[in-house]
Every structure is written in C-alpha cells, then in structure tokens.
C-alpha cells in the first residue's frame, strides 16, 4: 500500500481465530522497528482491536506453527 507519509497507519483485527499453543500475529511500529505494538494468539471472535503506528508504516508477522483447523484473521489498514 502506499500511504500519505504524513498520516498514521492503523490496522483493525476484525475479527481473530488462532491456536494459543503455536499461532501469534506480532504487529510493530514500523517497518524495521522492535518496538512490538500488540501480539494476539488465541480467540477473540468478532471483536474490534484497533492498533495505530507512529508513523505511516507498520509490520505484521504472521506465526502459525499448528496444524489444527482454525479460521484465522482478517484485517483493514486504514490512514489518517
């Protein structure tokens, strides 16, 4: 995506379904940065979760090491 270099990128889980034992998506603050914004693993359903970087980058690193069925993730990426 190419995002306006003045606004802030946001990413909304819209909905989330992984396995705790094995499954995470880490979301950082920008491309190349540590700084880890929000990490999920498990069940969250439908719930709405909101993660806004500082800057119009983000990273998001998707781990899935189990093998059992599960629905996974959908996201919007937003800039404002």
Same mark, same amino acid.
Not at 9 to 34: K, M, R, W
Not at 46 to 64: C, K, Q
């Given at each position: %995506?190419? #995002?306006?270099? @003045?606004?802030?990128? &946001?990413?909304? +889980?819209?909905?989330f379904? @992984?396995? $705790? /034992? /094995?499954? &995470? #998506?880490? +979301?950082?603050?920008?491309?190349?940065?540590?700084? =880890?914004?929000?990490? #999920?693993?498990?069940?969250?359903?439908?719930? $709405?979760?909101?993660?806004?970087? @500082?800057?119009?980058? +983000?990273? %998001?690193?998707? @781990?899935?090491k $189990?093998?059992? *069925? =599960?629905?996974g993730? *959908?996201?919007? =990426? &937003?800039?404002?």
């Amino acid at each position: %995506m190419d #995002l306006d270099k @003045s606004k802030n990128v &946001t990413v909304e +889980i819209i909905f989330f379904e @992984s396995n $705790s /034992c /094995c499954d &995470t #998506l880490t +979301i950082y603050d920008g491309l190349f940065g540590a700084k =880890v914004l929000k990490t #999920l693993t498990g069940y969250y359903g439908f719930t $709405s979760i909101n993660v806004t970087a @500082s800057s119009n980058a +983000i990273r %998001m690193e998707w @781990s899935a090491k $189990s093998g059992a *069925h =599960v629905r996974g993730w *959908h996201a919007r =990426v &937003t800039s404002a």
